[in-house]
């Protein structure tokens, strides 16, 4: 008698993001321009950001999807980099 599945009932305990993230790692100021890192929802308006999937962004709110080309990745991949040089100062 094989289980079905059963190993997928094991579920690893997900971190549960906080609303109170630094707002750094959103936000990145330069002088006095504020650029904001992540994509915000068209739908919601900009104070709603979109999440960050494997290929694609999604809003919690509405569920807006937008697909995330290659070179928006490679965009990604520069906003990370920043992310990390803020991180040790
Ligand atoms: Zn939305």
Do not use: Q, W
Not at 12 to 26: I, Y
């Amino acid at each position: 008698m094989a289980k079905k599945g059963g190993a997928k009932d094991k579920k690893p305990k997900e971190k549960v993001k906080k609303e109170g993230k630094k707002l750094s790692a959103l936000f990145e100021i330069s002088g006095d321009k504020i650029t904001r890192k992540n994509r915000t929802c068209p739908k919601c308006g900009p104070g709603m950001f979109l999440g960050k999937h494997k290929d694609r962004l999604v809003c919690g709110k509405c569920k807006y999807v937008e697909m995330i080309s290659k070179s928006a990745e490679v965009a990604e991949e520069v906003a990370e980099e920043v992310k990390e040089e803020v991180k040790k100062e």
